[in-house]
């Protein structure tokens, strides 16, 4: 089992930056893809950013060139890092693992960005 917890949401100004963490417990991290997802007020769940195990990694269209998605298997903890920010950034943030064992998710933190 994984449990996931993020930090590092807050508000920022368009074109400001963040980085959010995802620490995860459980011994399975390391075998497992990592995603980033969001979700904005009263709109459906959207995949930002995954990482594979072994490091590949995919984009968005909308963060391609802003977001860059990264672990740390050492410290079972995934980042994103978000530059370039937009208003239309503004959501829930959540990272999930999934792995043969099943998918996890985090509970979510909120990033808000100001125009």
């Known amino acids: 089992q994984v449990q996931l917890v993020e930090s590092g949401g807050g508000l920022v100004q368009a074109g400001g930056s963040l980085r959010l963490s995802c620490a995860a417990s459980g011994s399975i991290f390391s075998i497992g893809t990592m995603g980033w997802y969001r979700q904005a007020s009263g709109k459906q769940r959207e995949l930002v950013a995954t990482i594979s195990s072994g490091g590949s990694t995919g984009y968005a269209d909308s963060v391609k060139g802003r977001f860059t998605i990264s672990r740390d298997n050492a410290k079972n903890t995934v980042y994103l890092q978000m530059n370039s920010m937009k208003p239309d950034d503004t959501a829930v943030y959540y990272c999930?693992?999934?792995?043969?064992?099943?998918?996890?998710w985090g509970q979510g933190t909120q990033v808000t960005v100001s125009s």
């Open positions: 999930k693992h999934s792995s043969v064992w099943g998918m996890y």
